[in-house]
């Protein structure tokens, strides 16, 4: 979605369509559609045209409120991972040639020393902010995604600015969101699927309900007076050990892979209502799985949505055989600019390279993982992501992450890090690959956690956990 038109003409055309019609529910209470656009327009002033911004916040109107204002003048909005550490944020501020922050005070420690408006003044800015009209024509300004950071320093992405709605018709060809929905978005703004989420909830004039901080008794409760909620993973799993079933018509999760376990729970408990969508910052949408392809196989990663192509090659390009993995490339209209220092992916063929393996079987694509992530123990190719789903069926296993490590004998040998019930043994944990996966697929050592390191997208931080292996 062309994200400055979305956003200031979302909420000027919500204002003429549903003015009174929640469009921001959060930990301060409701904003109509008519106040947002209103307040935004007072709030652009703060803000000039090619000004860059660096938005540091949690989920609430101050962030949704500034990016609006900041595409009403033509500023440009770099969106801050709240997890990055204060030198991460001084090379990014740096990369990405920040101008200005505008951040929650919580972070204030850890910003580098630029100019910044803390979100808590956000609010005197609106109510003491000129109403004198805006340019009818600014500029357009730049919206720029950090990738996660997963494999190192988050790449700013460049947004694309397709002409078309191509990227809500594909996510609507095969998630049946209306007009109205109220949507509880759990996953965080700054990173590409809470943003989505977001303007895809805009164009459909969504109730968004957001809080800053993930609570998931208070999600659920929330979830109560919601049609649909988007989440990660792990904040879906977090929900699961929860009683409550709010009844919902979608839970949309995306960001890191759904472990079959969760969904198939999911699936369970919560009915027919689980959407399964894998893509990146970089491709967007590559494909997404119905509760019905879940229910039939709940480790897939479903079909290409409308517009999309998926080819899987082999090293050398060509197409590999139906069942047979390989690298994953995807075509759509939402490929990214390139990278903001000037690299970009792979392509090929108009396609683009996912930085993932996969297969497909029976039409439908089952990720193995990504690329650097594949170990290769004595020769054999080792899926972490196989030994991992495995595991995490096993009786005590919460959570799990395999990773390779540097072994003179072997080239690599596989650690597995594993939260859960303290009866676990290594040996039981090793026992159950045994039993289930090639010889070469069973971890060498088993460390058990309190936790595993995440990122604030609740990505799974494997660097993190190979320093410790
Ligand atoms: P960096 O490139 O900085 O390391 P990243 O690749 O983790 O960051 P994202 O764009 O947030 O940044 O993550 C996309 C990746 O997450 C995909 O390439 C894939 O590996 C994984 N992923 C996302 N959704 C799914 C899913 N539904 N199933 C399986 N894997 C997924």
């Not at 000129?130 to 600014?138: F, K």
């Not at 989440?231 to 977090?238: A, E, F, I, N, S």
């Not at 999309?308 to 690298?327: H, M, N, S, Y």
């Amino acid at each position: 979605l062309q994200w400055n038109i979305t956003l200031a003409w979302g909420y000027q055309t919500g204002a003429g369509r549903h003015p009174d019609r929640a469009a921001i529910v959060d930990d301060d209470g409701v904003l109509t559609y008519r106040q947002v656009h209103e307040r935004t327009d007072r709030l652009a002033h703060a803000f000039r045209a090619k000004e860059r911004i660096g938005l540091l916040c949690r989920n609430h109107r101050g962030f949704i409120e500034t990016l609006t204002a900041c595409t009403k003048v033509g500023a440009d909005a770099v969106l801050l991972n709240t997890g990055l550490s204060k030198t991460q944020l001084a090379q990014v501020a740096q990369d990405q040639e920040i101008d200005r922050f505008v951040a929650d005070r919580e972070f204030a420690d850890a910003l580098p020393d630029l100019p910044v408006v803390f979100s808590d003044e956000l609010e005197s800015l609106i109510l003491n902010g000129p109403t004198t009209s805006l340019p009818r024509r600014p500029p357009r300004g730049r919206l720029i995604i950090l990738t996660s950071g997963t494999t190192g320093t988050p790449k700013g992405a460049r947004r694309p600015e397709p002409a078309s709605l191509a990227p809500a018709a594909a996510l609507l060809s095969r998630i049946p969101l209306r007009h109205g929905d109220v949507i509880s978005i759990t996953s965080p703004l700054f990173h590409a699927w809470g943003l989505a989420a977001f303007q895809l909830g805009l164009v459909l004039g969504a109730t968004l309900v957001l809080r800053r901080k993930f609570d998931p008794t208070q999600t659920l409760k929330d979830a109560e007076k919601c049609t649909a909620m988007f989440v990660v993973p792990v904040m879906l799993q977090r929900m699961l050990e929860t009683p409550h079933r709010p009844k919902l018509r979608i839970i949309a999760s995306s960001g890191s892979s759904l472990p079959p376990r969760v969904a198939t729970r999911t699936l369970e408990e919560f009915g027919p209502v689980l959407y399964n969508l894998y893509g990146s910052t970089e491709v967007s949408w590559a494909s997404i799985a119905t509760p019905e392809e879940m229910l039939a196989d709940p480790g897939t990663a479903g079909q290409p949505p409308l517009g999309t192509r998926l080819a899987i090659v082999d090293d050398q390009g060509k197409p590999v055989a139906p069942g047979e993995t390989g690298r994953i490339f995807v075509g759509n209209e939402m490929l990214f600019d390139g990278y903001t220092n000037g690299t970009s992916k792979e392509s090929l063929n108009g396609l683009m390279s996912t930085g993932d393996l996969g297969y497909l079987k029976d039409g439908l694509l089952f990720v193995a993982g990504r690329d650097d992530e594949m170990i290769i123990s004595g020769g054999e190719n080792v899926y972490p992501r196989e030994v991992e789903d495995l595991l995490s069926t096993l009786d005590g296993v919460t959570e799990v992450a395999v990773i390779g490590v540097p072994d003179d004998e072997f080239g690599q040998r596989l650690v597995a890090f594993v939260v859960g019930e303290e009866t676990l043994t290594a040996e039981h944990i090793r026992e159950h690959v045994k039993a289930n996966l090639a010889r070469f697929s069973v971890p060498r050592d088993v460390f058990f956690l309190d936790e595993l390191p995440r990122n604030a997208a609740g990505k799974v931080l494997k660097r993190q956990l190979r320093e410790q292996g």
